[in-house]
């Protein structure tokens, strides 16, 4: 069973097509980078698979559960990183992170001491009882995804995480995925920074349109295509798209 | 990890974040603030005032509870309290773009959405009580004739109608994701549900349309005598009125893109 399973999924929003039938299949543990330019609909994907938006056709489950049907199981199981999202400035991480557990259902027992573990694993320890609205963009965006990993989901969606941290800070993220991925979670991410996605991913998926044009592990692929880089193989085969 | 949602934890846990948040100091500040105006209004009222109330009721008991509780609290209730403890729970979100944090958890929307009426009712609770139970002592020692169940039963329903106003808060709070937007809309609708019921004594006709409105029956008390099977029914008439404004709320929200 694939940790994440979607079959023709489409969105039409208004006078938009946002996703026009995706088929995408991530497998358990995997490093999955997915990629696209701006308004590809990667977001939409994600949005669907955390129930914030409803698809208009196909299906997605996530370890064998649909995810509109069975969204509240499926997000037991699923962190979530939004594109862009607001953290209330003037708390601390560690009580905002509190209040996303009890969101989680987790054990009131178990939160405390869950915090100061995935602030270890961040290196966010030291900031814990700092105003959010203080702390660096770096560390806001480890805030946002620690409360992401949080309940211990075994699988991350992140959308864009690296996008607007210093070289330091997406260097730490792109670690950080992989050690995730080692312990056997499953994550999604999705960029438009196709360095990270070389640096990091066991499979890539470039959407374009609202469909998926490419798949298959990085380096096979620019071989396939006789490219140096992805930036090279998703101009080419955007380029032929169109 | 039991993963099991329970929903007084998330009751409980918002209404901690409201209570100690900016809205919720103001709540606490508007407590006191009437504590000590009340008292203060009743120990310098000239008596002609409680002579022009006589226009409304004879029974010095009721001139009190019309006082306190249909011409100053109820109003101040639902035009700014009960508001501002609910005018951005859902704007508030969608501005700062939290949803995507929040909603993402393995929570509902329906629970999501009575977590935020739920905790914002409880907050509103914890700031009229002391109201309520500290205002008695005070205002017996004024009017001898106050009934014990005439005064909290009233009280009761005021809170019921702070309730019915936050049931109208949440929905207007998903139609916009401006605070001010969806303060001045609550300000507006709680205005035409008022009006009747404050203009109901110049003619029949805004009688009878005041009826139509769950501020009649929450003050209902302030110009009649208490009787507990009237009580007990016209509390349901008012959470009945919420009702509607909360199913709306769950179905526009829960079918939204968010």
Redesign the interface.
Known sequence: MSAIDIKGLAKQYKDVQALRGLDLKVETGQVYGFCGPNGAGKTTTLKILVGLVYPTGGSARILGRDVIEEGVEVRKHVGYLPESYGLPRSDTPRRFLHYMGVLSGMPKEGIWRTIEAVARELDLTQNLDRKIGALSKGNKQKVGIAQAMIHGPEILLLDEPTTGLDPIGRNEVLTLMKSLSKKGKTVLFSTHILSDVEKTCDNVGIIHNGSLILEGEPTSLKSKYGTKDLDELFLKVAGHEQ | ??????MR??VW?STI?LLFSFRGLLALLFSIFMLVMVAYIYDKLPPAFFELITIFTSDPSLQFQWLFFDNFMSKLITLFVAPMLIFDAISGDR??????????????RTQYLLMKLFSASLVFGIVFLPIVALGYPVFMSIVHTLTLEGYFGTAVLVYLLAFFTMSVGILVSTLTKKAVVSFIAMFGVMAVFMMPNATKYTSDALNSLSMATPHYYATYFSSHAFDAATFAVYAVVVVLFSIPFIVATIWRFG?E??
């Not at chain 2, 990890?1 to 329970?6: A, F, K, L, W, Y």
């Not at chain 2, 501005?95 to 509902?108: V, Y």
């Open positions: 990890m039991s993963n099991e949602i329970r934890d998330l846990q974040r501005a700062s773009e939290r949803f995507g944090i929040m909603l993402a958890r393995p929570i509902t079918k893109d968010l």
